[in-house]
């Protein structure tokens, strides 16, 4: 599989961002989407929120030790931007719960072609699970979109049929980006590949993915 | 004349016996009562259930509870934080009882209780192993799960400013868990950076009002 023509996670991160509408109330979850973050165009004016009840964060000026009371669902310390807001963490779940945030980006260990999504456990008993805020972001953000990994670390797919491990969510997502691929969820057809790393073929892709792919009329590479 | 303000951290937590339900509040270490949490320690009580959005991290605060073995039963949405060594050894040798809950149906548990409401719908964890067991609905074609109020026995609370009536400020967003949980317990013991004359907090500053707050204590009164 080292042949295959992969895109960085940086190349991933800055697709996401680029496809963030301006004015956007969005959360970023742990691991490949706080990448995200970085490629935000200021000028889009597009407003992260934290789990722990703000609105308004950025990361904290290099050299700036910030502060133990201002941190993000990854725990790491954060700054506020002006404009920011402050409120209690059962207010912040209703944002996220209620259907007032325009997008949550997060991670997955696996997606289903009917939206599906796994996250919190691999079944394994000796690992300790962890939901924290991930099935009340799937379940009310307006869009869900998961960045990760095309395949596991060992080349299996991670894009299927359907999911293996316990939900998440049911019919929740609405994009994919991988390393590979950029992948729409549609309720009658699937996976639907919108975009695709240049020099990746289809029949590598398709082999990349345990799930039939239908491809966008206006497919194009990355 | 009301007088919420315990002289010391030790007294502050004297009231909280063996068997204990104890909400701790904090996200990470944002938020959460450290000074409360190690004078519960020097206080002794034991076999307690602890209801806080992490399971600890590090040597100090929720971790040093759990290492000195006072925890039966912790019900949490995310243990497995980067450092939360003391959790995941007494949970690998069965040694905690863990109950997991998605953060904001844990939120809204504990809001309800405080609200006086019964048990409520929501469509997190609607088809999920979460949603086992439990009653499930479906309204104008969405799925939902009926989740039950929880309340404790004991809040232990991070805030900022108190006066002697209970009422609290918090800085950043240490306010967190605190509002809800101040609601949720029978006694909600609050540490505080420092006591104000009443009437020197403005009223419309006050993010929970003293109604929900039994007890106030300086962080740094000692045990």
């Known amino acids: ?222 | 004349m009301i007088n919420k303000i315990i002289p010391n951290l030790r007294e502050a937590v004297s009231c909280i016996g063996d068997g204990a339900s104890v909400m701790v509040t904090g996200f990470g270490d944002s938020g959460l009562p450290r000074e409360l949490l190690h004078a519960l320690i020097e206080h002794g009580a034991k076999d307690l259930t602890i209801i806080s959005n992490n399971a600890g991290t590090g040597t100090t605060g929720l971790a040093a509870l759990l290492a000195a073995g006072r925890v039966r039963k912790i019900i949490c949405t995310y243990p497995k934080s980067s450092g939360a060594d003391v959790f995941t050894a007494l949970y690998r040798e069965k040694k905690i009882e863990l109950e997991l809950v998605p953060q904001g149906t844990l939120l809204e548990r504990m809001r309800a209780a405080g609200a006086g409401l019964g048990p409520f719908y929501t469509p997190t964890g609607y088809g999920t192993p979460i949603a086992e067991g439990k009653p499930q609905s479906v309204f104008d074609g969405k799925g939902y799960v009926l989740e039950q109020p929880l309340r404790a026995d004991f809040a232990l609370v991070k805030a900022c400013h108190a006066d002697r009536w209970g009422n609290l400020t918090y800085r950043l967003a240490a306010r967190g868990f605190g509002p809800v949980m101040c609601m949720a317990a029978e006694t909600a013991i609050a540490q505080v950076d420092d006591i104000l004359p009443l009437g020197l907090i403005p009223p419309e500053t006050i993010v929970t009002p003293g109604i929900f707050v039994s007890r106030v204590v300086r962080k740094d009164s000692g045990l």
Request: hydrophobic share 45%; proline share 5%; glycine share 10%.
């Open chain 1, 1 to 222: 599989m080292s042949n295959l023509k992969k895109l960085s996670r940086d190349c991933v991160a800055q697709q996401v961002a680029a496809d963030i509408p301006p004015g956007s109330y969005v959360n970023i979850g742990l691991g490949m989407p706080t990448l995200v973050a970085k490629y935000l165009d200021p000028a889009k004016e597009i407003i992260l929120h934290s789990e722990n009840g703000i609105l308004g964060i950025e990361d904290v000026t290099p050299g700036d030790p910030g502060d133990e009371d201002l941190i993000n669902a990854s725990k790491a310390r954060l700054q506020l931007i002006r404009g920011a807001a402050i409120c209690d963490q059962s207010l912040s779940f209703a944002m996220m719960r209620g259907g007032h945030l325009d997008a949550t980006i997060l991670g997955a260990f696996q997606v289903a072609s009917n939206g599906d999504i796994a996250s919190w456990s691999t079944g394994d008993t000796e690992a300790v699970p962890g939901i924290g805020g991930a099935m009340d972001l799937v379940a009310g953000a307006r869009k869900v979109i998961v960045v990760m990994e095309h395949t596991t670390r060992d080349g299996q797919p991670k894009l299927l049929r359907t999911c293996t491990f316990p939900l998440t969510g049911k019919a929740a997502v609405d994009v994919v980006y991988t390393d590979m691929a950029v992948i729409d969820v549609d309720p009658q057809r699937g996976f639907v590949v919108r975009a695709m790393a240049e020099g990746l073929t289809r029949a590598a892709l398709e082999a990349a993915t345990d799930a039939p792919l239908a491809y966008a009329d206006d497919l194009f590479f990355i």
